[in-house]
T-cell receptor, first 113, second 114 residues
Framework: DGGITQSPKYLFRKEGQNVTLSCEQNLNHDAMYWYRQDPGQGLRLIYYSQIVNDFQKGDIAEGYSVSREKKESFPLTVTSAQKNPTAFYLC????????????FGPGTRLTVT | AQKVTQAQTEISVVEKEDVTLDCVYETRDTTYYLFWYKQPPSGELVFLIRRNSFDEQNEISGRYSWNFQKSTSSFNFTITASQVVDSAVYFCALSGNRDDKIIFGKGTRLHILP
């Protein structure tokens, strides 16, 4: 079955620790994205990558970092510099760029205390 | 600048009623793409439909239908004979021709009451 996997579903961390969220896709999509969703809110773009070894900052990149060393993988690191990291994180991919529909993973709910 | 407005924050209807979710967009692009996504309580967004600006035909998929009207810059979504499983947050989204990111509306939370 083709799709996007995110792990883990729930993640708990202590303040001051970096944490990496996993995102893998087997859809052979070129583009991948990370969004943050806060309760009752819409989606905000953190980072995106249109091609391997290249990525761009989204609207709220501060305190986050990514890598895109493989087409299938786009991990997101939430660093200790992120002021309010507790949120629901969604990863998505599309065949190419913004014109095409995005397919989303199940999300990771991160809680930092 | 591009913008998507979903004026209905929350809607509640009784099962089997029809319901329409509104989406109004703003863009200066002549070529653009509109999307609808569903976010059930599980959290994962599910793609429902993509429309390009040159295709104004209405689309029907089972109980779901979409009405695209360029004259009013709207791309409304109707669920006919709603079911409890339709309860979710629905997002409308817009992207332009210049590969210039996607803009999501704030979403409409739909409650279907049994």
């Amino acid at each position: 079955d083709g799709g996007i996997t995110q792990s883990p579903k729930y993640l708990f961390r202590k303040e001051g620790q970096n944490v990496t969220l996993s995102c893998e896709q087997n859809l052979n999509h070129d583009a991948m994205y990370w969004y943050r969703q806060d309760p009752g809110q819409g989606l905000r773009l953190i980072y995106y990558s249109q091609i391997v070894n290249d990525f761009q900052k989204g609207d709220i990149a501060e305190g986050y970092s990514v890598s895109r060393e493989k087409k299938e993988s786009f991990p997101l690191t939430v660093t200790s510099a992120q002021k309010n990291p507790t949120a629901f994180y969604l990863c998505a991919s599309s065949i190419q760029g913004w014109r095409y529909e995005q397919y989303f993973g199940p999300g990771t709910r991160l809680t930092v205390t | 600048a591009q913008k998507v407005t979903q004026a209905q924050t929350e809607i509640s209807v009784v099962e089997k009623e029809d319901v329409t979710l509104d989406c109004v967009y703003e863009t200066r692009d002549t070529t653009y793409y509109l999307f609808w996504y569903k976010q059930p309580p599980s959290g994962e967004l599910v793609f429902l439909i993509r429309r390009n600006s040159f295709d104004e035909q209405n689309e029907i998929s089972g109980r779901y239908s979409w009405n695209f009207q360029k004259s009013t810059s709207s791309f409304n979504f109707t669920i006919t004979a709603s079911q409890v499983v339709d309860s979710a947050v629905y997002f409308c989204a817009l992207s332009g021709n210049r590969d210039d990111k996607i803009i999501f509306g704030k979403g409409t939370r739909l409650h279907i009451l049994p």
